[in-house]
């Protein structure tokens, strides 16, 4: 099963097995030389085709319509479902792929509960995978769905699957039978030398799991868990998604609004001569750079930071029902109970980190204060009074103006960076360093939730396709923001005596073209991309097996190019990183082919996940990188070299220790307010903080935030609750 814990990261397990890649290796990269560029004028005739259409697609918007329509004639009107899942033509075919998915695992479970020999026990890890698998394949789906899809309906219905699917996962985390068949496979040294390194290592992380979910308790303390977990989900659902400050506008007159960009002052300003600002989104940034008048800065920082009443009370509910699950478990602290698992191992660990991390940090902080500062007195003739939180992103803007005069050259540095110039050099830094690149492919009538999207399948050397990513990358009215990954199925082996089952199991046949098929295969992954082994000769089954193909979803927010302008979307550094860094993600996903979902891709503690993606930041700026894609969107030539140059210089600048500290205390604050939340305080309310001694995390909040040896302040806070 999964560890509900684990929901955010529902598909984030890693194999954590080095992979051999030869002359792709990173070896290259100990010698402090970058890998050698694939030139393009050796492809084949097929790889070159895609490696073109791949920028096209991206920086021609009229190219994308007429290819992404190209398919459509051949299927009709027949919509094959989201990312070809068959359950999913529908909103309402959520409840029935939730459905079918219990009663798998349900067979599944009976299963595992009646094993009473050897050789039985020997494929429990097999079955209580695949039941995980299950799960997931819903959960994940749902999960995405339920908050990137732009029709009400569906969201609703992948709202209502993942509650359901959740309840579910956890009832089976909950059930002592599936436990105590585990424990009995793990202690017979007959089973364990049998199984094989990722079936022992599974066979493990699943007991584990069992164990964080109250598995010893009697059955009523189980039940209260299952109680709890659902309650905890739900009512983080509802918190992120009404997060709302208390006020939605701050009135200002226009008069002093000096500075702030005309537009946005004509465009909210009242016939009195007032402007009503939204506190949240751009118009809320642009205030707090641009506004000459601190006053105003100072009004629209505080009641952007302020938060509804409602979402605060949900805050503290979720903090306390999260408290309760882990006393159930056996834990001091909700942090005790999710730190387990994780690299940080311990809330003890973390407060070390954040010790010396702020230790390191707080000279910086000081020397970024003492540079505004002078700015301040520099600019204004005043330097007296201190550098308050709504002045800081003013000053900074004020002295990157200062320091940054335009040049003609920063101005053209973006013309290289197309998003499709970009996207290609991302396929060909995956083929030199993986022997993997992308292939555009037409997505089919309802595979996609925006006409937007672009399908790219992943393939090797050998032209197999060995995973799909789908690409979200521009922006649009309603949708989120921010960058994301999302893992909506992972790498697992489908047995063939799985497969046989399913063909012969009562669910409805997956409809192909108006025709009723049963290919067992399809059905047995409900319709996403497979790729088959091999048939044995004379074998009775139709297949000896099927890996079900890791399937991701890439979200970002660039601004689309227009249908009546040639030019194409241009990405800035940020931009570029930002891509980089979700694509770490997404190759973490494509290269983790396993047997068992459990160990596929991502599925890893949530702190190491992000290793892979960070480490891809660091190609986007490297000289030898760029020559892999930094084009002229116009002209196509290359980037010249002094501009390659330039581009490092301002990614070191940007890596130096005073840049930003203060944005670093900033996010130490927000962690050392994390472990104090999901400390013990959450569940004994102490110290006499709010009405009656309640738990009250403004006040907590406000001991962590504004002390001068916060992280201090947040352990000693909590010993002294532990103990008292």
């Known amino acids: 099963m999964s560890n509900p814990l684990r929901l955010s990261w529902t598909c984030s397990r890693c194999l954590g097995k080095q992979q051999k890649v030869s002359r792709r290796c990173l070896a290259t990269a100990a010698t402090a030389t970058a890998p050698p560029a694939p030139n393009p004028a050796t492809y084949r005739t097929e790889t070159k085709r895609d490696d073109n259409i791949l920028r096209q697609i991206f920086d021609s918007r009229s190219f994308w319509q007429e290819y992404s329509k190209s398919k459509q004639g051949l299927w009709g009107n027949e919509n094959v479902g989201l990312f070809q899942n068959h359950h999913l033509r529908r909103p309402e075919g959520f409840q029935r792929f939730a459905e079918i998915t219990a009663q798998r695992c349900q067979r599944l479970l009976e299963r595992v509960v009646a094993i009473s020999t050897v050789e039985e026990y020997k494929k429990i890890v097999q079955y209580l995978d695949c039941i995980s698998d299950l799960l997931c394949r819903v959960i994940d789906v749902a999960d995405f769905v339920r908050s990137t899809h732009p029709d009400p309906a569906f969201r609703n219905a992948a709202l209502s699957a993942h509650y359901s699917m959740f309840g579910y996962m956890n009832t089976l985390n909950t059930t002592k039978e599936l436990y105590d068949q585990l424990d009995t496979a793990l202690n017979n040294r007959e089973v364990t030398s049998y199984w094989n390194e990722e079936e022992l290592r599974v066979a493990r992380i699943l007991k584990k799991d069992f164990s964080q979910s109250a598995i010893h308790l009697p059955r009523d303390k189980r039940e209260l868990f299952v109680e709890y977990s659902d309650i905890a989900n739900k009512t983080g659902s509802r918190f992120v998604d009404n997060i709302q400050p208390r006020a939605f506008d701050v009135r200002v007159r226009s008069k002093l609004l000096q500075g702030v960009d005309p537009r946005i002052v004509q465009q909210y300003t009242d016939r009195n001569g007032y402007a009503r600002l939204p506190t949240i989104g751009p118009v809320a940034s642009h205030v707090l750079k641009e506004a000459q008048d601190a006053s105003v800065r100072r009004d629209m920082y505080i009641a952007s930071r302020v938060a509804a009443n409602d979402q605060i009370k949900m805050l503290e509910e979720l903090m306390g029902v999260r408290a309760q699950l882990a006393k159930l478990s056996g834990f001091e602290s909700y942090g005790e109970m999710a730190l387990k698992d994780k690299m940080a191992g311990s809330p003890e660990a973390v407060s070390k980190f954040l010790d010396a991390l702020a230790g390191e940090n707080r000279k910086h902080v000081k020397a970024e204060l003492v540079q505004l500062r002078d700015f301040r007195r520099e600019s204004t003739g005043s330097g007296a009074g201190a550098i308050h939180a709504w002045d800081r992103e003013f000053y900074r803007a004020r002295m990157l103006e200062a320091s940054t005069k335009p040049t003609r050259t920063s101005d053209l540095i973006p013309s290289f960076f197309s998003l499709g110039t970009v996207m290609q050099g991302l396929s060909r830094l995956f083929d030199t360093l993986y022997g993997v690149r992308f292939k555009p492919v037409e997505p089919l009538p309802g595979e996609t939730w925006s006409p937007e999207v672009r399908r790219l399948d992943v393939v090797n050397d050998k032209d197999e396709r060995i995973a799909i990513v789908y690409c979200d990358l521009f922006a649009r009215e309603g949708k989120s923001p921010n960058p994301a990954h999302f893992t909506l199925r992972c790498s697992r082996l489908i047995t063939a005596s799985e497969i046989a089952e399913i063909a012969s199991s009562p669910e409805p046949p997956l409809l192909r073209n108006n025709l009723p098929t049963t290919d067992p295969v399809a059905l047995a992954n ?70 068992l979902q459990n160990v596929s891709g991502t599925r890893c503690a949530t702190d190491f996940a992000e290793l892979p993606s960070i480490l891809m930041e660091h190609f986007a700026t490297d000289p030898a990188v760029l020559g892999l894609y930094a084009r002229h969107w116009e002209s196509d030539a290359p980037l010249p070299p002094h501009l390659a140059r330039q581009i490092q210089a301002q990614a070191r600048a940007a890596e130096g220790p005073r840049e930003g500290a203060a944005d670093t205390e900033w996010q130490i604050v927000l962690s050392a307010l994390d472990q104090a939340y999901h400390s013990p305080l959450a569940l004994a309310g102490r110290p006499g903080q709010g009405e009656g001694g309640a738990f009250d995390s403004t006040a907590i909040a406000h001991s962590v935030a504004f002390s001068d040896t916060w992280w201090a302040t947040a352990r000693a806070t909590t010993r002294t609750c532990s103990t008292g």
Do not use: N, W
Request: proline share 10%.
């Open 526 to 595: 409900d319709g996403m991309a497979t790729h088959i082994l091999p048939t044995p000769p004379h074998s009775a089954v139709g297949s000896s097996g099927a890996y079900q193909l890791p399937t991701i979803a890439l979200i970002c927010d660039f601004k689309p190019p227009t249908a009546t302008q040639k030019k194409p979307t241009l990405l800035s550094a940020q931009h570029m990183t930002t891509l980089f860094h979700e694509m770490g993600h997404a190759i973490h996903s494509i290269l983790g082919r396993t047997t």
